[in-house]
């Protein structure tokens, strides 16, 4: 290897050092969304294994199509394909779904009560009591309840910090749409997680 | 957590979005380390600016209709396709009989004296 080194030229060498840089700056930047990706996708699939698979597949698609593109481009274009395989998941699972409803239709089944759903005011909140260790469950409940857009745009938004280009650019949406999910995703979860108190 | 929320229930939901991230188990780590190691090793598809991908695309198009103007010419121009000679033409519609009498229109030919001479 070092011989190798040796009998580069400059250039070769100066290609071969880019390379390197290269391949060690798109596995910092996968190293340090990897974690908030799988946490992302477990909220939409709300299983950590179908979430694995998703990220996985999200690497290899973004490695292979946007590796070659500069680290700068490289935020909102792994969302993207994140995001995407988020979709894909979702319309597979609804088809799924369909068939499945079809198949096991049981007419006795209990509706769900929409009363029931509703946050109880005079429960306190789950962040008001954050020492016990209910409001991660709660948080998780009350972001995997939210839309996917709503979600999508409040964790790329507000949890990963893309400003609200990038974020239009990861969602394949207008500005003007991150604006109105993210309005109603904080609605949504102040309203969930209690926080008006 | 990235950016600054202005209201203190969004700063305190990032940070257990944040702890919940940093907790993973070390399963889900290794997983993790191996879907990323095997992204990086597959090959990459060279990235060209869209200006240039644009640019190849008009260029190749121009060089198909270069292409495609210039058989066209040369099919207008080619020359057309030369017609059968008199001398063989006047054979194409005789029959065998004349073949047979060759040697009677020689021995004519040769028995008649030219106007001429």
Redesign the interface.
């Known amino acids: 290897m070092l011989a190798d080194r040796c009998l580069m030229t400059g250039p070769e060498r100066l290609s071969a050092a880019t390379a390197v840089d290269d391949e060690q700056a798109i596995e910092r930047f996968l190293r340090d969304v990897e974690r908030r990706a799988l946490r992302m996708a477990e909220f939409a699939t709300r299983q950590r294994e179908e979430a694995l698979d998703l990220v996985q597949d999200a690497m290899f698609a973004f490695v292979r199509r946007y590796g070659a593109r500069t680290p700068q481009e490289w935020p909102p274009l792994f969302w993207r394909v994140l995001d995407s395989r988020i979709h894909d998941w979702h319309r597979r699972r609804r088809v799924r779904g369909r068939w499945l409803a079809w198949l096991e239709r049981d007419e006795d089944a209990p509706a769900d009560d929409p009363i029931l759903a509703l946050a109880d005011p005079a429960e306190p909140g789950p962040l008001a009591r954050l020492a016990d260790g209910e409001a991660a469950a709660a948080l998780d409940a009350a972001l995997a309840d939210l839309p996917l857009r709503q979600r999508q745009a409040f964790l790329l938004r507000l949890w990963e910090g893309l400003d609200v280009t990038a974020t239009a650019r990861a969602m394949r949406c207008s500005e003007g749409s991150v604006k109105t999910h993210l309005s109603r995703a904080l609605v949504n979860l102040r309203s969930r997680l209690g926080a008006h108190r | ?3 600054g ?1 202005e ?1 203190p ?2 700063g ?3 940070a ?7 907790d ?1 188990d070390a399963a ?2 290794s ?2 380390r191996r ?2 190691h ?3 090793e ?6 060209r600016p869209g200006w240039l991908l644009g640019g190849g695309f008009a260029g190749a198009a121009l060089a198909l209709a270069l292409a495609f103007g210039s058989a066209g010419r040369q099919a207008l121009q080619a020359p057309p396709r030369l017609a059968p000679a008199p001398a063989a033409e006047a054979f194409v519609d005789d029959g065998p009989e004349f073949y047979e009498d060759l040697d009677f229109y020689a021995w004519l030919d040769a028995a008649q004296p030219s106007p001429h001479d």
């Open positions: 957590m990235k950016n929320p209201e229930w969004i305190r939901t990032l257990l979005l944040d702890r919940s991230a940093d993973l889900t780590l997983r993790l879907a990323r095997a992204a990086l597959q090959p990459r598809v060279a990235w």
